[in-house]
């Protein structure tokens, strides 16, 4: 609805799909090719593809991935809850945006895999802004000043949910990577309470800073 190619926004879902069997690859692309907009069966089959996420960021949860694509079947008063999310989040980035990157990750500028990601961190205790206690993660949207999460919970942005975000932007400015310069705010956006929460990161202490780089992603001196 942004804009951004349909192989590009479901990306996680079709490589997690490919990661689990060819026939799931095969109903990924399928489904993804149901996707037109914001209509009922659109929203359908998104619901559907997106249960292969977790076989991406996991491999071992492959079987979730599987289980959830059998059992997610949305109700009408589902897809339309999720589409008046979607329509709040179109116009909070009218708002906010417009959007630097989407689906960003903390590697170095060059393009390496995550293998030889994980041989370097081995090596070296560092790659970009992964560590061996933090070696992975990825954001949802960057805009020209702000490292944006969004989150759909009933509930305020629990303590975690904060020091994820603040990690982000830690990583991102430890990954050397030139979209993160200008990054000085952080912010969190409900579609669910289209409720926006947004911190700017000269209000935070050093000595915060410092400790969740020592004791939380643990960077090397």
């Not at 020091?163 to 409900?190: A, C, D, R, T």
Request: charged share 25%; glycine share 6%; with cysteine.
């Amino acid at each position: 609805m942004l804009g951004i190619k349909k192989e590009d926004a479901f990306k996680v879902s079709i490589n997690g799909a490919g990661a689990i069997s060819e026939k799931a690859l095969k109903r990924a692309f399928a489904l993804l090719h149901g996707i037109q907009g914001l209509d009922d069966k659109s929203i359908y089959n998104a619901c559907k593809l997106v249960t292969f996420d977790v076989s991406c960021r996991n491999p071992s949860r492959a079987h979730l991935a599987i289980e959830a694509y059998n059992n997610v079947k949305p109700d009408l008063p589902t897809l339309a809850n999720i589409r008046i999310m979607v329509e709040r989040s179109l116009l909070f980035f009218k708002k906010y945006g417009p959007i630097v990157s989407a689906g960003f990750t903390f590697k170095p500028v060059e393009i390496n895999t995550d293998a030889k990601m994980e041989m370097i961190i081995s090596q070296k205790g560092t790659y970009g802004g992964y560590t061996a206690t933090v070696s992975s993660g990825d954001g949802d949207f960057l805009t020209k000043d702000t490292l944006w999460d969004f989150k759909v919970t009933r509930d305020k942005p629990s303590s975690r949910d904060r020091l994820q975000v603040l990690m982000y932007w830690i990583m991102g400015k430890h990954s050397g990577q030139e979209i993160y310069k200008n990054i000085n705010k952080i912010g969190i956006y409900n579609p669910r309470h289209n409720l926006v929460y947004l911190l700017d990161m000269e209000t935070v202490s050093p000595e915060i800073i410092e400790i969740v780089e020592r004791e939380v992603i643990c960077y090397e001196d």
